[in-house]
């Protein structure tokens, strides 16, 4: 798996990311030390790896939002 950067901040007593998918330390050090110049903020960098991609959900209805259709057959 591909190794990423992402820029954190802390609003409210929960982690927030600016932002995500950096593909080096030095652009993500570049990215914290602007947002710390235009915000007042105190931001940091993670490193983490890309998961795979989850498996889909396939609906019996191709319009199903959250799978009710699924559950509740109105064609009766």
Same mark, same amino acid.
């Given at each position: 798996? &591909? &190794? ?5 901040? #802390?609003?409210? /007593? $929960?982690? #927030? $990311?600016?932002?995500?998918?950096? !593909?080096?330390?030095? +652009? ?5 030390? +602007? ?10 960098? +993670? =490193?983490? +790896? =890309?998961?795979?991609? &989850?498996? #889909? /959900? ?7 939002? !959250?799978?009710? =259709? !699924?559950?509740?057959?109105? !064609?009766?």
């Amino acid at each position: 798996m &591909k &190794k990423y950067f992402r820029v954190c901040y #802390e609003h409210q /007593r $929960v982690t #927030e $990311v600016q932002q995500d998918r950096i !593909d080096t330390h030095k +652009e993500a050090m570049e990215v914290v030390k +602007e947002c710390e110049n235009l915000f007042d903020m105190g931001y940091w960098v +993670e =490193e983490y +790896e =890309e998961q795979p991609p &989850k498996e #889909e /959900r396939v609906y019996a209805y191709p319009n199903s939002v !959250d799978g009710w =259709e !699924d559950i509740y057959n109105y !064609d009766d």
